[in-house]
């Protein structure tokens, strides 16, 4: 005889709305996928007199979440409220009450994941959140299980489609940075108060998951070094167009020696790097492997529909689970790796200066970039006398050094300016 699975959701906006919806439309294949049905039997929401299209009863709605998740005809709880609290304490009861839960909740798990895990441990339950990174696309369950036997050495990502939206219309459009943000107001791609996501604290959040489910060790968001895309020119987008390059924000993490390296920061790459084709809003993890080489993940990174899907996914599994009467794979942060401070890390640079025009200033440059053993690769001058501009490109180096040699080049005579340094990946 079929059971069915009772799902308690906590949030009912854009993820929460498309998943009431979606499970109803495909409840079918739910169940021959499952072996049960599943169905939305109780949805908390902030506010009960909001309009909202969901194939519900309304009495099945309530602005009391603990109810939802003490309720004993709750099997599994569902969080999509976001945010660190209520949705904490909300999680923590489900685990104390025996319920598996499946959240989309970056910002929690980036912070608090350590805590919410051994909760789930201690509780024998299942905590999944393949929403949480990346939207629609799956990267949790290709990492955590499909690639369980794979070593990744570095993944590169481009984790927010907002910057991704932004970035492309300076690109492609010539737009300035602020008329790019508007136009994503405008299209619903970014918040009133962007910030979250021009900052990098998005990306940064997502990074810090996907390290440590590729790494099998616990990052938190704040062990990722951050810079957004605030600073980012149109005059840096035309000299990485003239060089072959396209300014992406990347989220990196890689494993070297044994340590950690994670940041997320705008970067050139090449144009015909996979990377670069990803456009507008889209999303894409670029993961490296000693055994299987290289893969890509793209696709709709967010979104209440493509969300939903995954969230979906994964109640898809938790129903399996308690079908069968086992569960998931649990937290796999089973190792201790230290995390690399960002003055270690390496990458190429590229280098916009403003210098006087005049016989040996090259020599100076040059000078202080040897100084500090940063290696150039090419120099290229723009313009004569008070135009003059050199844009260099420098072979794979230390984050320090170049640090050092940045100020080494702020105090010649020569340089009036060092405008602009971004890093180059995906090139040495
Ligand atoms: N949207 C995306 O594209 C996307 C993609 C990936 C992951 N996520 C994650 O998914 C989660 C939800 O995102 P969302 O875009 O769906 O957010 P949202 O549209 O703002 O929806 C949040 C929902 O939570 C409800 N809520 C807020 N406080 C509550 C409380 N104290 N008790 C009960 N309900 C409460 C709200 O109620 P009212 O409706 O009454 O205001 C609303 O229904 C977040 O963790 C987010 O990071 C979102």
């Known amino acids: 005889m079929t059971r069915s699975v009772r799902v308690g959701l906590l949030g009912c906006g ?5 998943l009431v919806r979606l499970l109803a439309e495909v409840a ?26 969901v194939p519900l009863p309304p009495e099945a709605l309530t602005a009391d979440a603990a109810s939802v998740v003490a309720d004993p005809d709750v099997d599994v709880v569902v969080e999509v409220i976001g945010g660190i609290e209520p949705a904490r304490s909300l999680i923590l009861s489900a685990f104390a009450a025996g319920k598996h839960v499946v959240t ?15 909760a789930a441990e201690a509780a024998r339950v299942d905590l999944y959140f393949e929403g949480a990174v990346g939207g629609g696309i799956p990267l949790i369950h290709p990492l955590k299980e499909s690639l369980a036997a794979e070593q990744v050495a570095r993944l590169t990502g481009i984790v927010n489609g907002t910057t991704n939206y932004v970035l492309t219309r300076m ?17 619903g791609y970014a918040e009133r108060d962007p910030s979250a996501d021009v900052e990098g604290y998005d990306a940064a959040a997502k990074c810090a998951i996907l390290a440590s489910i590729a790494f099998n060790a616990r990052v938190v968001a704040g062990d990722v070094y951050r810079e957004g895309i605030g600073s980012v020119t149109r005059e840096d ?10 300014v992406k924000l990347l989220a990196i993490a890689e494993l070297d020696d044994g340590e950690i390296a994670v940041r997320v920061h705008p970067a050139m790459i090449p144009g015909d790097h996979p990377l670069a084709a990803v456009r507008d809003s889209f999303n894409a993890v670029f993961v490296e492997g000693t055994h299987v080489g290289e893969l890509m993940f793209y696709g709709r990174g967010a979104g209440g529909a493509p969300t939903a899907t995954a969230v979906a996914g994964d109640v898809v599994d938790v129903a399996r689970n308690l079908v069968a009467g086992g569960r998931g794979v649990g937290c796999t942060c089973y190792e201790d790796r230290a995390i690399r401070p960002m003055d270690r890390m390496e990458s190429q640079y590229y280098l916009l200066l403003d210098v006087v025009d005049r016989p040996g200033v090259l020599a100076q440059v040059a000078g202080a970039f040897g100084a500090n053993r940063v290696s150039i690769r090419s120099v290229w001058q723009e313009g004569t006398g008070e135009d003059a501009l050199l844009v260099i490109i420098t072979h794979r180096g230390n984050e320090g050094a170049l640090q050092s040699t940045v100020h080494g ?15 180059v990946e995906g090139a040495e």
């Open 409 to 423: 080049l702020r105090a010649l005579d020569v340089v009036n300016e060092v405008r602009s340094v971004m890093r």
């Open 28 to 53: 079918d294949v739910i169940e021959a996928r499952a072996g049960c049905r599943v169905e939305v039997t109780r949805v908390a929401v902030r506010s009960l007199s909001k309009d909202r299209d």
């Open 104 to 118: 989309a909740n970056k910002e929690l798990l980036s912070t608090l994941g350590r805590e919410l895990f051994d």
């Open 171 to 187: 690109t492609e459009e010539g737009l300035s940075f602020s008329d790019a943000i508007a136009q994503a107001q405008g299209l």
């Open 14 to 18: 854009n993820v929460g709305t498309a």
């Open 237 to 246: 987008i035309d000299f990485a167009g003239r060089l072959g390059y396209v």
